[in-house]
């Protein structure tokens, strides 16, 4: 009897609960709104819903070959081959990730760096360059929460989005200059001197994202000058190290310069671009710090963010990565791919510039063999982009930024909007 009084009870306490629960459930995410399309994975999804056979996608932020297809580089399959199953084992995994950030930052403080001798250095893996700057973002509140990042104008879009997420507030910088198509080198510098003392910065050491502008040697060497008058923090996003010029090392002589005047500063790193290693997501964050013991702390807050965040990054695409830095025969062998896109990217450039000057068009076009790697920031305005897409099917950001491709030298020729 009293267990047919529990059933008969459980099941009116049910059938409340599910009236109930279905009651105060209406309407629980009624208030939330789409957000406003992302300017660079949009312009993807426009181009698949696009029947027409003659479209173009320019909008892509990724290398690509002759026929628009991603590339597997020789050094990342060979380093695939030589990866054995026991690598993977748990016991392996914080030994292969500390060995990764010390490769990391090898290659953009120098190989000789006093900072990689010293040890005056904290890093964890990230996921790719955006995990790279979030871990930063949320170090720089965590431990100056009134601070603010000042970024360039224009910077990549994420960078506002990574910031404003980890409630870091943002400025900008002057940095572009529309009707040159080039640097405001003076402009620059009067933003940096009028920012309060201690301010952050984040600075792109090679191929700005999007204009593929980039300050010379001495104009970064006035830039660490004045940051070490006014003693702000510099954060380095390098997203295309390599890329740029086709060598490593000149990519980094930014920071480089930076590290040679004494300065403390962070680097964001990621292997997607210049490894071809997008789907795996490699990224590395870092800071130099006054010591060792320094270093230690620094790091330690690191691996607490991450654990919160995500608890722990993959291991593969790290011990790729290492794989070949620290394999002599690869590292050569990716080093003379990454020439080889370079040089590709630059004779696209001058192809794309002959074609647009053949058409005895009124405007400039030498901006386009000024600026450097991935991208060509073309001027376009965002009503010649519209009609780009709407009447010739070629797709790129509504900022006129524009991915380097074989095919867009002959059909961009044709339109010349």
């Not at 000042?150 to 980890?166: A, E």
């Not at 204009?211 to 010379?216: L, Q, R, Y």
């Not at 524009?402 to 002959?410: A, E, P, T």
């Amino acid at each position: 009897m009293w267990s047919r009084y529990v059933v008969r009870f459980s099941k009116r306490r049910m059938s409340t609960s599910v009236a109930t629960n279905g009651k105060n459930n209406m309407g629980w995410w009624d208030h939330v709104q789409p957000v406003p399309k992302d300017p660079i994975t949009s312009v993807t999804e426009s181009f698949l819903f696009d029947p027409s056979p003659l479209k173009l996608n320019l909008g892509v932020g990724a290398y690509r070959d002759d026929e628009g297809k991603p590339v597997t580089l020789e050094c990342v399959k060979k380093a695939m081959e030589k990866i054995s199953d026991c690598e993977f084992l748990e016991s392996t995994k914080a030994t292969t990730k500390s060995k990764f950030v010390q490769d990391c930052v090898k290659l953009a403080y120098g190989y000789d760096s006093d900072v990689v001798r010293e040890s005056r250095f904290a890093g964890v893996p990230a996921l790719s360059g955006t995990g790279a700057c979030r871990l930063f973002a949320e170090f720089q509140r965590r431990f100056y929460p009134d601070s603010r990042m000042f970024l360039p104008m224009p910077t990549w879009s994420n960078h506002n989005d990574i910031w404003r997420d980890s409630e870091v507030c943002t400025s900008t910088y002057h940095y572009y200059d529309p009707d040159t198509k080039g640097l405001q080198f003076q402009a620059l510098m009067n933003d940096i001197k009028n920012a309060s003392d201690r301010s952050f910065f984040l600075l792109h050491p090679c191929a700005h994202n999007p204009t593929g502008v980039d300050p010379n040697y001495e104009q970064w060497k006035e830039i660490s000058h004045l940051f070490k008058i006014k003693n702000h923090f510099p954060f380095f996003d390098m997203a295309y190290q390599g890329i740029s010029s086709g060598d490593l090392e000149k990519d980094a002589t930014a920071i480089r310069i930076f590290l040679e005047d004494g300065h403390l500063l962070g680097c964001a790193q990621s292997f997607s671009k210049n490894m071809g290693l997008y789907g795996h997501r490699v990224g590395c964050v870092s800071i130099v710090s006054r010591d060792e013991k320094q270093a230690t702390a620094i790091k330690s807050q690191f691996q607490q963010i991450v654990r919160a965040m995500y608890s722990s990054s993959p291991l593969h695409g790290p011990l790729l990565v290492s794989t070949i830095l620290n394999d002599a025969d690869l590292k050569a062998l990716w080093e003379e791919e990454i020439k080889v896109m370079a040089d590709r990217m630059i004779r696209m450039r001058i192809t794309l510039r002959r074609t647009l000057e053949e058409l005895n068009s009124s405007a400039n076009w030498e901006h386009i063999t000024k600026q450097v790697g991935m991208f060509y920031f073309s001027g376009l305005s965002p009503k010649e982009v519209d009609r780009l897409q709407r009447d010739f099917h070629i797709y790129m950001t509504n900022d006129g930024r524009i991915r380097g491709n074989k095919q867009q030298c002959g059909i961009l020729g044709k339109c010349n909007p």
